[in-house]
């Protein structure tokens, strides 16, 4: 996480000098923690349980260059996911060999640090897109099931985006995917029998960002 912090405040101190400080806030619709790798998975089964929801608060500094922009972020994200698979594993009772269908439900809860780096065009008036790569760190995690420990923290994902800035305020839509697969084996799925599968933690993330530019002489003492 120091690495994150470091990052941040050496990107972001080039660009105050030239720059603005602001405040986001942003509400993701999450496509995580879904249970992978089993084999008797049936894929048409409606169980009308995905449901990932989470939210970002963070800071950002700007330099405009015209045409161009760059902006370093650091954001607190938290997340949230809930998942369901259903497979059929066979019963053998006496002599009859059948198959039943199990259900399998899965809660998983993340706490991250982001530090994303910005590029931006500007396109037409107030609408520019932009794209960059973005550096994450795991803070917490939490889930119903017994899961392996998480061995590397770090995850780099590239950021996608566009946006419609009005003075101070903008919002913007991105789109966030992690360029490295993140999968925790199951050790327990609560008594439930899925050998060898597995959680897939990798970010693929769309947010609905807002923005607020603080003015410049907020901080400046007046006569």
Avoid at 4 to 11: N, Q
Avoid at 33 to 57: A, H, V
Avoid at 86 to 99: D, G, H, M, P
Avoid at 167 to 181: D, P, W
């Amino acid at each position: 996480m120091r690495i994150l912090l470091l990052l941040f405040l050496i990107t972001s101190s080039s660009l105050f000098a030239q720059g603005n400080l602001g405040v986001n806030f942003g509400l993701n619709d999450d496509n995580f923690g879904s249970i992978e790798n089993i084999k008797t998975k049936i894929d048409d089964y409606d169980l009308d349980l995905k449901n990932s929801t989470g939210f970002q608060l963070g800071l950002f500094t700007e330099i405009d260059l015209i045409t161009f922009y760059i902006r370093p972020e650091i954001n607190l994200i938290f997340s949230k996911s809930k998942n369901g698979t259903a497979f059929t594993s066979a019963n053998n009772n006496t002599n009859i060999l059948s198959e039943s269908i199990n259900i399998a439900e899965h809660t998983y809860k993340s706490t991250d640090i982001q530090v994303p780096i910005i590029f931006g065009y500007k396109v037409l008036g107030p609408i520019s897109i932009f794209a960059g790569p973005t550096f994450k760190y795991n803070l917490s995690n939490s889930s119903n099931f017994d899961l392996e420990e998480i061995e590397d923290k770090y995850n780099l994902s590239l950021l996608l985006g566009t946006r419609v800035k009005v003075k101070s305020f903008s919002v913007g839509l991105r789109y966030e995917r992690g360029l490295n697969t993140n999968e925790l084996l199951i050790i327990n799925a609560n008594g439930i029998d899925i050998d060898n599968a597995n959680i897939d933690t990798t970010t693929n993330k769309l947010s609905l960002n807002i923005s607020y530019d603080i003015p410049y002489d907020l901080f400046k003492k007046k006569d």
